[in-house]
């Protein structure tokens, strides 16, 4: 499974689309901008085990904007949207507030629409998302992707019921082992994050489900094996509350 893949941006997309497509039971493919969403559908075929979403990645939000309009007229018609969110980092800064005019859209749209799943980037904005979020009740569920905040905005996140995707770059890092250690065990599903997540100047692929159990495992404390099947219970959870079928 892989609830995070930029599947339609690798350099040999179509057939990375296939294998996964094939290997996976589930991926998640998240789309950066309402257009490419529409491209996607066009010209990938669809696959039972891929869920194509659109989305307005936050660090294009200020070159996309015109399309927030189109974006909120696909939400109508799909269980779940992505990737979404806001960036406070320093190179994003200065479009935050288009950012954060776009999001508080997005997550509004949700709510009237009686709830989607969203798949959210909060690079240096957890307390606004969170705010966000909390500002639209029956927005649905919020999966915070490749979450980087500090331990007391994973406290405030799990308090407010968000589930994390979390994938093998992430697992990297000193600090991103420290979250992961401190997750909610019962809402942590597998992403890759491909092609952008890369290690050792290559992409995770969308089948690197076990890369992340392995290093979960060992935070955890548990066996991979025992890693494996609760990442794959709670996808299945997961899955089931979106209610994309
Ligand atoms: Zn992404």
């Known amino acids: 499974m892989d609830f995070h893949c930029h599947l339609d941006l690798y350099p040999e997309a179509r057939e990375v689309y296939k294998e996964a497509s094939k290997r996976n039971v589930f991926t998640w493919l998240v789309t950066t901008s309402p257009r490419a969403f529409a491209a996607n559908q066009r010209v990938l075929e669809a696959s039972p085990t891929v869920l194509i979403t659109p989305g307005l990645h936050p660090e294009i939000a200020h070159e996309r904007a015109s399309e927030l309009g189109l974006l909120l007229e696909q939400i109508a018609a799909v269980c779940a949207v992505g990737e979404v969110g806001l960036d406070g980092s320093p190179r994003f800064k200065p479009y935050y507030e288009i950012q954060r005019?776009?999001?508080?859209?997005?997550?509004?749209?949700?709510?009237?629409?009686?709830?989607?799943?969203?798949?959210?980037?909060?690079?240096?904005?957890?307390?606004?998302?969170l705010d966000e979020l909390r500002q639209h009740p029956g927005f649905g569920i919020a999966v915070l992707h490749w979450f980087s905040g500090t331990q007391a905005e994973l406290r405030a996140a799990d308090a407010q019921g968000c589930w994390f995707s979390v994938g093998p770059v992430m697992l990297e890092s000193a600090g991103g082992r420290a979250l992961a250690a401190r997750m909610p065990r019962d809402r942590v599903v597998p992403e890759s994050d491909g092609p952008f997540a890369k290690i050792a100047g290559k992409p995770i692929m969308p089948w690197s489900a076990?890369?992340?159990?392995?290093?979960?495992?060992?935070?955890?404390?548990?066996?991979?094996?025992?890693?494996?099947?609760?990442?794959?219970?709670?996808?299945?959870r997961l899955l089931m509350l979106m209610k994309c079928h």
Do not use: M
């Open 210 to 236: 076990n890369q992340t159990a392995i290093k979960l495992s060992v935070l955890w404390e548990i066996s991979v094996e025992e890693a494996t099947q609760l990442l794959r219970r709670n996808g299945e």
């Open 101 to 129: 005019d776009i999001f508080s859209a997005i997550v509004a749209r949700c709510a009237e629409l009686g709830g989607r799943t969203l798949n959210i980037h909060s690079r240096r904005a957890v307390r606004d998302v």
